[in-house]
């Protein structure tokens, strides 16, 4: 393109020149050629101006799209890492998987073998169930022997499930309640077989209400003395009948619920005496006497009855129980 401008020049000089006038014919000639050449040049060089255009246009897209590509070749170059990581993850996911089906499989292995034991153990707790009624079933026979003018004795059986049944009972809070503990045994079996014992006995020995009342307490005053903190590990622990039967011993308020829930069974009328000053329970019986200490209530006499020791008949007071104060709560 260069050279083509160059030559166009020079013919240009030579012509203007007046080189000679044979050269002017040959200019008017070639004139409007060269006139086209250049018009040509021109539009070559218009278009190599664009074509440059295009090319820098060309070249920056270029550059964009690779800039592209490298970003989209880094998001796959982090996809493919994260791929990769994801697969490790899998694979380890995988080997987890596998561990935890091990795992289950011998925690279903487990199961099994505990309910095997489970079921074992049920059929063991079902037998001794059975045999722990057996043994409740059991009358436990309970053989008494004392000095009531002249040698008594006694024969109660007691079932050892009335006993459990009795001991498991809640205990009562104040005096008021020992009246309750009166009134529910009565209807127990083994109570029952005792006053029957005790009205045959009375039959038999023409016992009037007073000497009943001295024989049922010279019974239950034969029975040793015990602490309720020694036997049973608290300060207060009330008995019921039946388990000072089965026991064989208590103290104050055991011995009297005792002689009070005979002596109710065989008709004989009964109110417990709290001598609250004394820490002391004893009795008050209703029958025909004309001397010793008694309390008096609703118009009535009940003579005191101590049942903690033997020897103690109707009317009889300890010299430290006399004079004192005492709540009176009657039985029937």
Known sequence: ??????????????????????????????????????????????????LKQVNSNLEQTITQKEVFIQDQESQI????????????????????????????????????????????????????????????????PQYYKWNYNGNRELNVAITLSSYVNYSEKPRPRDVAG??????????????????????????TKRYNARQLADYVASFVQSMPYTVDYDTKGRDEYPRYPVETLFERGGDCEDTSILVATLLDSLGINVVLLHLESEHHIALGVD????????????????????????????????TEMKNKMAYIYPVW
């Open 1 to 50: 393109m260069r050279r083509i401008i160059i030559l166009v020049v020079i013919a240009v000089v030579l012509l203007g020149g007046g080189i000679g006038a044979g050269y002017r014919v040959g200019y008017s000639m070639y004139m409007p050629e060269i006139v086209r050449h250049i018009g040509t040049i021109n539009n070559l060089t218009t278009d190599v101006t664009n």
């Open 77 to 140: 170059s982090g996809l493919e890492t994260q791929s990769a990581s994801l697969r490790t993850q899998i694979g380890s996911l995988e080997e987890q998987n596998v561990s935890l089906e091990y795992d289950l499989d011998e925690a279903r292995e487990e199961i099994d073998d505990y309910k095997q034991q489970l079921s074992e153990k049920s059929r063991n707790i079902i037998n001794l169930g059975n045999r722990l009624n057996e043994v409740l079933s059991i009358d436990v």
């Open 178 to 203: 020992l009246v309750d503990m009166v009134k529910e045994s009565k209807s127990d079996p083994s109570i029952k077989s005792l006053v029957n014992q005790l009205s045959e006995i009375a039959d």
């Open 287 to 318: 029958v025909p006497l004309s001397y010793g200490y008694y309390y008096e209530y609703v118009g009535t006499k009940y003579w005191f009855l101590e049942t903690t020791a033997e020897g103690w008949r109707v009317g009889d007071t300890p």
